[in-house]
């Protein structure tokens, strides 16, 4: 059973930063590509930096770049998403997500707020 546990969520003010943390239950290697997806209120849930195992190539979401970094400790099966100057609009649940084939897996999720 794969398991992914998200943390590092929490409140923050505006120009703040976190670092979120999702550890799993199994190598990062059995994966094709991990990452983090948020969704505020009312939205859909997005794409928010991801990362393709075999090669390390990164994706971010147009919004986050030059903000957020996307890394990962292969020893620990642990990958994490550096988050700085933070925004209001960065509010929302962030997932960590998992493509092993041929399923997708999701974390439980971790609340992060930014107020101005």
């Known amino acids: 059973q794969v398991q992914l546990v998200e943390s590092g969520g929490g409140l923050v003010q505006a120009g703040g930063s976190l670092r979120l943390s999702c550890a799993a239950s199994?190598?990062?290697?059995?994966?094709?590509?991990v990452g983090w997806y948020r969704q505020a209120p009312g939205n859909q849930r997005e794409l928010v930096a991801r990362?393709?195992?075999?090669?390390?190539?990164?994706t971010y979401a147009d919004s986050v770049k030059g903000r957020f970094t996307i890394s990962r400790d292969n020893a620990k099966n642990t990958v994490y998403l550096q988050m700085n100057n933070l925004k209001p609009e960065d509010t929302g649940v962030y997932y960590c997500?998992?493509?092993?084939?041929?399923?997708?897996?999701w974390g439980q999720g971790t609340q992060v707020t930014v107020s101005s």
């Open positions: 199994v190598s990062i290697f059995n994966m094709n590509r």
């Open positions: 997500y998992a493509y092993i084939p041929y399923r997708d897996y």
């Open positions: 990362i393709i195992t075999d090669g390390g190539s990164t």
